[in-house]
């Protein structure tokens, strides 16, 4: 599986010890006893995605770590961690924003992108960037 954030980054599957040092600094991540447990393929894009830019120096553990503690204290005391991944994805957009890998205009516009991009894309095909000529 490779991950695509953008036209020109392309993600593997996240380095086995760094995917490990993630679950290390982040305990409340859903896990069995193998590693981390996603429900739909974009959880493990998103989490992939947060282990390379980690990797790639954009920001510390103890950074995101608390960046997901602030989007999950957001939920309030009525979320039953169902949506972990969303605020997983929430503070991810934010990071990347505040450490200005990317602007919120163009976050917004990315996620229209896809957006687009899936409309366009009949069920069972990848989805891809471009598909709908609009992006």
Do not use: N
């Amino acid at each position: 599986m490779c991950i695509s954030i953008s036209g020109s980054l392309i993600l593997s599957p996240p380095d086995p010890d760094a995917a490990r040092a993630a679950l290390d600094h982040l305990p409340a991540i859903p896990r069995d006893g193998e590693g981390p447990v996603f429900a739909e393929p974009w959880q493990a894009q998103a989490f992939a995605m947060a282990v390379e830019l980690h990797a790639r120096g954009l920001f510390t553990w103890p950074e995101w770590a608390a960046t997901l503690a602030e989007e999950i204290a957001r939920a309030g005391p009525e979320d039953t961690g169902r949506d972990y991944y969303l605020h997983w994805l929430a503070a991810l957009e934010r990071m990347v924003a505040a450490k200005g890998a990317a602007t919120g205009g163009e976050l917004a516009e990315r996620k229209a992108a896809w957006d687009r991009a899936a409309r366009a894309t009949p069920h069972g095909e990848p989805i891809v960037l471009g598909r709908d000529k609009a992006s």
